[in-house]
Antibody, heavy 121, light 107 residues
């Protein structure tokens, strides 16, 4: 079955950087769009970014554009989220979400377990 | 940018009762509206897509309706495992924003 495993979270100082990784298995990874969604502690869900199945198109939430970069390596069935210029309000659990088959969204979501990013001095 | 609002913020009901949760969009999203359920410590689970279609494995007591700017998630008879937070999300175009959530709690 589909599995998404995020890693790379941790504690970072304001202004610092992290790279999150999501390793996928159980699917033909190069045929699916992928998303990142985050959730601050005790708060709601925020869509962060999307990357097309071939990596040729990316979309971002307004609050991250210019600071975060989504990318993928289809040979490794992995999607990444590079986080730069981190701020305290970027503190959240970051989830990797499988998108659609040659599409943006699926009718059958799969979410990873999430990785916690804490921005604090 | 389209903003989603959800009401009520908290809904207190008893098992066996009917629950109705509302999601409103500031502009039309057609039927590109989904509902998620999230329990503490877990990732969200997709319940409803395209406003009214149940995702794989979702019980028939969950139903969705609406189009344009007003949507409803109905749980016909609450089971103990249904008490959770419910989020709507628009999927017509990016940014694919979420509503703030409705917490369904046991009365």
């Amino acid at each position: 079955q589909v599995q998404l495993v995020e890693s790379g979270g941790g504690v970072v100082q304001p202004g610092g950087s992290l790279r999150l990784t999501c390793a996928a298995s159980g699917l033909s990874f190069n045929m699916y769009g992928m998303h990142w969604v985050r959730q601050a502690p005790g708060k709601g869900l925020e869509w962060v970014a999307f990357i097309r199945y071939d990596g040729d198109n990316q979309n971002y939430a307004d609050f991250v554009r210019g600071r975060f970069t989504i990318s993928r390596d289809n040979s490794k069935s992995t999607v990444y989220l590079q986080l730069n210029s981190l701020r305290a309000d970027d503190t959240a659990v970051y989830y990797c979400v499988k998108g659609g088959y040659y599409d943006v969204w699926s009718h059958n979501d799969y979410w990873g377990q999430g990785t916690l990013v804490t921005v604090s001095s | 940018e389209v903003v989603l609002t959800q009401s009520p913020a908290t809904l207190s009901l008893s098992p066996g009762e009917r629950a109705s949760l509302t999601c409103r969009a500031s502009q039309s999203v057609s039927t590109y509206l989904v509902w998620h359920q999230q329990k503490p410590g877990q990732a969200p689970r997709l319940l409803i897509y395209d406003s009214s279609k149940r995702a794989t494995g979702i019980p028939a007591r969950f139903s969705g309706s609406g189009s344009g700017t007003e949507f409803t998630l109905t749980i016909s008879s609450l089971e103990p495992e249904d008490f959770a937070v419910y989020y709507c999300q628009r999927r017509n175009n990016w940014p694919y924003s979420f509503g703030p959530g409705t917490k369904l709690e046991i009365k």
